[in-house]
């Protein structure tokens, strides 16, 4: 089981960047995926959330109205669209992948996740 996050880089403030989550060993449809960030200095923390079918999502206060997420299971991948990029977004990103209880309750904590990634870096900077 391997989440691969992908897509960070340098972007000037209010630029956008669509960041990547590629599964591989297991297929997408029975997880849940979240998006996670950690700060230089900072604690980690919750970004936004998406169960199993997309119906249902959750967004950090922070980012809400500027990023979105989304899934596509049929290619086993999740994404996290950023716009209007700020200093603050600086970060190294992860995705998280939680087994489905199906009861389409969206998980934001880090400690119910099982599986992640790799991190990619986020540098918003002019």
């Known amino acids: 089981v391997q989440l691969q996050a992908s897509g960070g880089g340098l972007v000037q403030p209010g630029g956008s960047l669509r960041l990547s989550c590629a599964a591989s060993?297991?297929?997408?449809?029975?997880?849940?995926i979240g998006w996670f960030r950690q700060a230089p200095g900072k604690e980690r923390e919750f970004v936004s959330a998406?169960?199993?079918?997309?119906?249902?999502?959750s967004y950090a206060d922070s980012v809400k109205g500027r990023f979105t997420i989304s899934r596509d299971n049929a290619k086993n991948t999740a994404y996290l669209q950023m716009n209007s990029l700020k200093f603050e977004d600086t970060a190294v990103y992860y995705c998280a992948g939680k087994p489905e209880d199906y009861s389409g309750h969206v998980f934001n904590t880090e400690d119910e996740y099982d599986y992640w990634g790799q991190g990619t870096k986020v540098t918003v900077s002019s």
């Open positions: 060993g297991f297929t997408l449809d029975y997880y849940a």
């Open positions: 998406i169960i199993w079918s997309g119906t249902s999502k």
